[in-house]
């Protein structure tokens, strides 16, 4: 697909033909906004398109260095690989056409996926005035920027936050009053796009399997040779030339102040390039008041209009189209928009009785004429009918607060059916919270429904009785089972379904292995054997993945355990078995454990705990390049660094055995994290606490090369939430 031009060279004040002022050197086009270097690499083909081969301006904004990621090529750490990773994307970037990067200097700290703890970290959200300074000094049409929601890492969360609050308000200039004095201007950006959440809520694909007219090569080629520069991240061992694959690079258009096409080709659809015969003097869009609709009832959508040309349209005609069945008041009548003129008029639209409780598109279009040419264009917005009574699962505190920024920035239909978490612990009953809520204007009642997976079971649901518009909490009770595991697992992912009528809300269901563990009136040897440490456990195997590649079998990588404790100590050991031991980590370069093989014990000693910032995060590596004796450290915690001056009093050993390694670790309470009422877990406590294995299987490995191939776990479950949510580890309850 050829890069779209503008249709006419810009020029005077504010375009790129005639520089007048400063700020004319800082107008770009589009602008990414990211939390680290490397950020930006979904959309480097599509830059390069637009950027080295169109003709227009970009920028990107890192909100931090980078500081808290990896380094696969030396030792630096703290700022010194910060500033090796926003030179990475500088050159990166250079080879896209985009020459004036920011970096905003914010904490990179350690692996997060809490959206509430970057917050708390970054000092609230000053941070994001900082953000709108640069899209007012850099005036970009078009931003993009990663996912908000829950899922991903809790710094990628903010920066998307931020960019969706930069695109809602860089425009008001009562928000962030600051910035009028500094003589900036409010300017109003026209299109917010996402990364998508997953490959269904993309709305437009950018091919990379052509080729790029300026660097005569595919655009996944210049893509791939672009973050080559990304080597710290270990992304030059990962990237080839030619490119293995071509992928397009995939967004989601989230919000819009001009009209687009059916089925976009370009970010750029409708701001530089005119969406199907709309001029791009137009500026069109549609709200809902709220998101969700009661059927059988009026709802208002609000339409804004603005003439930014300096030619009237006339006969302008607005209509807006719902689906088959709903009823949308009628149309304004024909008027004449002049130039500089804003038109506004609230539709009234009402879903049937019956309609599905699903996201529904609204379609608004208009006809006008632009002296002699007819001119048309449309966009979308959505809504979701529901019932008069709806039951949801309520929510984990992330999933409520993402929820809620999403309500406030008019997003929430992006969200989709966004599944709440429900941690159940197995061969136990959990309580699970749900709000049942009456929308009509009528009493209702009746009987809730649950739709369960073989293992988990309710003896008996609750009944509602609401007035009209009267909420009520209810508690379900829910068993967990090992009917509920699949083969060969200790946890499990599973769906739930709440029911009330047609109303549907879906949770997902996260079993979570518990235990009871011996307190101990004598204390093991910390030696590396564990004939003397008495204790209880279980197994890990290779269908306990949630990193990479699963293992061959257990040979390959798998691991007994056995916990016990006692008043000053918690022990940990693992027999563990694997066909090829890597011991390429330097005694003196003990830091981030996934680089090799490598033995994770996670501790949330409260048993409450939103973040890592309040628990412990021990690790080990069974061997260095010094030999088979075991270094341990904490990783991805508040306190990082070696265990000597990090946890004082914990202590590691390992022996090699046929087959693989033993390993124990002695962590002492005293390291850990005080509870909210000072002191430490007594008997009859229940702690959070996790173990994770890293198996790298790769011979002769580089000393200190990151060979992660496998990631295991105890409750396993995909990109962090087997390190970084305490409330999905397993629960350990300490013996009397």
């Keep these: 697909m050829p890069a779209p031009v503008p249709a006419t060279a810009p020029t005077g004040p504010g375009s790129y033909g005639g520089t007048v002022s400063g700020l004319d050197l800082m107008d770009v086009d589009f602008m990414f906004i990211g939390a680290h270097p490397d950020d930006d690499g979904g959309v480097s083909a ?23 990621g990896g380094n696969a090529t030396g030792r630096e750490t703290g700022r010194a690989i910060g500033l090796i990773r926003e030179e990475e994307e500088r050159r990166s970037l250079a080879m896209l056409g985009i020459d004036s990067p920011h970096f905003l200097g914010l904490t990179d700290f350690y692996f997060t996926l809490s959206a509430e703890e970057t917050e708390k970290k970054w000092g609230g959200q000053a941070f994001v005035c900082d953000v709108i300074r640069l899209v007012r000094l850099r005036r970009p049409e078009v931003l993009i920027t990663m996912w908000p929601g829950p899922g991903t890492h809790g710094q990628h969360q903010m920066a998307a936050r931020a960019a969706t609050l930069a695109y809602n308000y860089a425009g008001d200039s009562k928000y962030c009053p600051q910035l009028e004095k500094e003589g900036l201007a409010p300017f109003t950006p026209l299109k917010l796009y996402y990364y998508p959440p997953n490959a269904e809520s993309a709305t437009v694909s950018i091919p990379t399997d052509d080729l790029s007219r300026t660097a005569r090569v595919r655009y996944a080629d210049l893509r791939n040779m672009a973050t080559y520069n990304y080597r710290t991240q270990g992304w030059d061992a990962s990237n080839s030339l030619p490119a293995k694959t071509a992928n397009p690079e995939t967004f989601m258009l989230v919000a819009s102040r001009v009209p687009t096409p059916e089925k976009e080709t370009s970010l750029l659809d409708g701001v530089f390039v005119a969406a199907t015969n709309s001029p791009t003097t137009v500026r069109m869009e549609a709200r809902p008041k709220s998101f969700d609709i009661g059927t059988g009832q009026a709802s208002d959508v609000t339409l804004t209009f603005t003439n930014t040309g300096k030619e009237a349209l006339d006969a302008a005609q607005f209509t807006l189209s719902a689906p088959d069945g709903w009823q949308v008041s009628a149309r304004p009548a024909a008027r004449r928009v002049a130039p500089g003129e804003t038109f506004t008029h609230t539709f009234k639209v009402t879903a049937p009785s019956g309609a599905k409780a699903e996201r529904a598109p609204l379609t608004l279009s208009y006809t006008a004429r632009l002296g002699t040419q007819a001119v048309s264009g449309r966009t979308l917005t959505y809504v979701r009918p529901v019932p008069a009574v709806v039951a949801s699962f309520a929510p984990t505190f992330d999933i409520a607060g993402y929820q809620a920024f999403a309500r406030e920035t008019n997003t929430d239909w992006v969200m989709g059916a966004q599944a709440t978490r429900l941690p159940l612990l197995l061969g136990q009953t959990t309580p699970v919270k749900v709000t049942v809520t009456n929308r009509s204007s009528a009493p209702a009642s009746g009987k809730l429904e649950l739709t369960l997976p073989a293992g988990l079971s309710v003896k008996d649901m609750p009944s509602y009785s609401l007035k009209a518009g009267e909420s009520q909490e209810l508690t379900v009770n829910v068993e967990a089972s090992a009917a509920a595991l699949p083969a060969g697992r200790q946890s499990a992912l599973l769906p739930v379904t709440l029911s009330t009528g047609e109303f549907k809300d879906t949770a997902s269901a996260y079993v979570l292995p518990s235990l009871t563990i011996p307190r101990l009136s004598s204390a093991p040897k910390i030696d590396g054997d564990l004939g003397d440490l008495t204790g209880q456990g279980g197994n890990i195997g290779p269908a306990d993945l949630w990193w990479r590649t699963k293992p061959d079998n257990d040979a390959d ?22 066909e090829l031991v890597a011991c390429n980590i330097a005694p003196d370069d003990v830091k981030a454990q996934l680089r090799s093989d490598a033995i994770g014990v996670t501790v949330d000693p409260s048993g409450q705990s939103r973040d890592t910032s309040t628990t412990l995060m021990a690790a080990a590596f069974p061997c260095t390049t010094a030999g088979f004796q075991a270094r341990g450290f904490r990783d991805a915690d508040a306190n990082q660094g070696v265990m000597e001056e990090t946890a004082p009093g914990m202590q590691v050993a390992s022996r090699k055995t046929d087959g693989g390694y033993d390993i124990e670790f002695r962590l002492p309470w005293a390291a850990m994290p005080a509870l909210s009422g000072g002191g430490q877990p007594k008997p009859g406590d229940t702690i959070g606490l996790n173990l994770v294995m890293y198996d790298g299987d790769t011979k002769d490995a580089r000393v200190g090369a990151n060979i992660s191939q496998s990631g295991l776990a105890w409750a396993a479950f995909s990109w962090g939430g087997k390190q970084a949510l305490p409330y999905l580890w397993p629960r350990v309850t300490l013996g009397q």
Excluded at 46 to 68: C, N, S
Excluded at 563 to 578: I, R
């Design 557 to 578: 990588a798998s691991a007994g355990f056995k916990l016990a404790y006692d008043d000053q100590f918690l022990y940990v050991g693992l027999s563990v078995k694997d």
């Design 46 to 68: 599509t830059f390069a398109r637009y950027a080295l081969d169109g003709g227009y301006k970009g920028t990107v904004i890192t909100l931090t260095g980078g500081e808290g």
